[in-house]
């Protein structure tokens, strides 16, 4: 079955799972707006994006078939800087996130995607936030800055694209792809620094499949997941727990699809979120923007 006949399949199951499980649709946020076009060519498969501490600027990721690396984009999508890992080598990275540990800004690289499910282990490769400096364009990251930890589903391998890290308590949430219902998984790794290794628990399940992103806000007070077909948003309660919040119907955003999108994260001042997707077939990748209400 070829790529474009999947995206309608699941199109049709997507549709399903929202007229069984989803709310309403709700204008928490304003209709997508286009900040600036992907025109470089290093940036083919975009898989991943978080705001970067750095005001107006994103870092974003390739999937399988590029290096261990991340690129510094502005809203324009112009290409600042390229950041590269060395001696580390990846398969198959297919989301970033943060984590904030003694006050530090930290990158997670997620070299998680298995579309076969045969990998017996998944690493993440956790690196200090660089500062951009105006005229960088490559930048290497020592090795021993990169700490890389490996992770093992408990109940057998899994395809995922998408993670996040709770602000409040820094467990570690990875969402399954291609499961009937998208799994999500729970693992203790960033309250003990000296710990590289690390089982996926299973802990809760959602209410659609072939989940591509995942972030959540910088005061862990909202959740958003998305699909190639949808976003769904979750408020979380003050005392709630990560599946507390999840365990209640998410609200439905209103979303025009992109080519392939597979990338979502809030903007870290509260101002809304933002989505970027791959280019299959040679279509535009652009920066959407969606506005907090």
Request: aromatic share 12%.
């Amino acid at each position: 079955m070829n790529l474009l006949n999947k995206v309608i399949v699941f199109s049709f199951l997507f549709l399903q799972f929202h007229i069984a499980f989803t709310q309403t649709s709700k204008q928490l946020f304003k209709s997508q707006v286009a900040l600036g076009e992907i025109s470089d060519r290093k940036l083919n498969e975009l898989s991943g994006i978080i705001s970067a501490k750095q005001s107006s600027c994103f870092w974003v990721h390739n999937d399988s078939g590029d290096k261990a690396r991340v690129y510094l984009i502005d809203k324009k999508c112009s290409l600042l800087c390229t950041y590269e890992l060395e001696s580390i080598v990846v398969k198959d990275c297919e989301d970033i996130a943060r984590v904030i540990i003694n006050g530090n800004s930290f990158l997670i690289l997620a070299d998680i995607g298995d579309n076969n499910s045969k990998r017996e282990n998944i690493k993440l490769h956790i690196f200090p936030e660089p500062t951009y400096q105006h005229g960088d364009t490559l930048i290497h990251i020592p090795k021993k800055v990169i700490r890389t930890v490996t992770l093992r589903y408990k109940n057998g391998p899994r395809d995922a694209e998408a993670l996040f890290v709770d602000p409040v308590d820094r467990q570690l949430y990875v969402i399954s792809k291609r499961d009937f219902q998208s799994t999500v998984y729970k693992a203790t790794i960033f309250n003990n620094v000296k710990k590289n290794f690390s089982l996926l628990t299973p802990v809760q399940t959602l209410p659609f499949t072939f989940t591509t992103s995942a972030n959540i806000s910088p005061t862990g007070s909202a959740i958003i997941i998305k699909n190639l077909t949808q976003i769904f948003y979750w408020t979380r309660n003050r005392n709630d727990s990560i599946e507390q919040a999840l365990s209640r119907k998410p609200t439905l955003i209103p979303y025009q699809v992109e080519p392939q999108g597979e990338a979502i994260t809030f903007g870290l001042n509260g101002e809304g979120f933002y989505t970027i997707s791959e280019r299959p077939f040679g279509l535009k990748s652009s920066l959407y923007f969606f506005e907090k209400q």
